[in-house]
């Protein structure tokens, strides 16, 4: 009798332990889906994968923190260059572009190349002289062509982004959001200049002297990842590293976006990570994701299941420039004096 007690209790304790397990088991996936990448995984100050086709956040770490953007900038200046120039347009390097640092193609003061040429090194290279001269060749002068990228920032709804300069070197208030460095990725996407050189590996580029010169895509994941379209990479000291990137299985698509990751390294472990998270959620393997864990935000965790459509560029009338030779002396002197103290910012700083 004592033997078959032993085993009925023996045989519920078994199943009140399984039922035990498969309670907590529920409850720990209703709140916590399983496998999902928690906040302490992510190392980057702010990440966010986006759904390419949807804009619906797939997974978000701080989607809202405004980060400097250092080099991720050159997607917004590529995009600007190319609603007001023609790539085949001719541009005259400055003094003042071929002299900027620390990252650059080595373009020389009075060479004349092709607004395509700037294009591919400004993107490949991450050139900040291509750059800068993209900027002179708009608008005359690179604090004119700020105002133009922050006039498409507002035309793409882009709330939490500002531009002081075409190259995201330091100096001046110059922020933006994972959140928006997705969605500018996301509308980059749809100039299929934009679209081929991101996905570029080696590039030579020409000179209209004929002086030629190979380029590298510093992208490594374009190296390493079939599934990966293209991306931006970005450093300052203060921004740390920085990445946006687009990857695609079958015929979905998911951004990546992550600013202020500690190392390199990590960087490209962890765009790999979140490559791979968009893609299990898109499958329906797991479920979406947003965290916000800086103390204002409360270390909370919510489910991110709502949608983003995809903005509408609107117009937005644009200022008219006053060209750089009919400025003021007034206006020359804020500008030398600004130049002076942004060489001070940035003789330490690296890019790319």
Known sequence: MEKK????????GMQGRQVFFLI?????????????????????????????STGRILYGKNPNLKQPPASTTKLMTAMVALDRLDVNDVVTISERAANISPIKAHFRAGERVTVKTLLYAALIR?????????????????EGFAELMNQKVLALGMTDT???????????EQYTTVYDLARMLRQALQYPLIREIINTRVSNLTTEAGRSFILK??????????AVVGGKTGYTRQARHCFVCAGQQDSEMVIVALLGAPSRELLWRESEQLLGKGFAVRNSQEEPVIYFTRSDYNASVQKASYHT???EEKKVPHKKMRKSGKRKKTNRART????????????NAVIS
């Open 5 to 12: 007690c032993s085993e009925r209790n023996a045989k519920y």
């Open 24 to 52: 907590m088991v529920t409850l720990f996936t209703i709140y916590y889906p399983l496998s999902v990448l928690s906040a302490d995984e992510i190392r980057s100050r702010a990440a966010l994968v986006m759904e390419a």
């Open 126 to 142: 991450s050139a900040n002289d291509a750059a800068c001269a993209l900027s002179e060749a708009v608008a005359g002068s690179e």
């Open 162 to 172: 500002r531009f002081v300069n075409a190259t995201g070197l330091p100096g001046g």
């Open 217 to 226: 895509n510093i992208n490594k994941l374009l190296w390493e990842d079939d």
């Open 309 to 311: 459509g995809f903005p």
């Open 336 to 347: 030398k004096n600004y130049a002076t103290k942004k060489q001070t910012d940035t003789k």
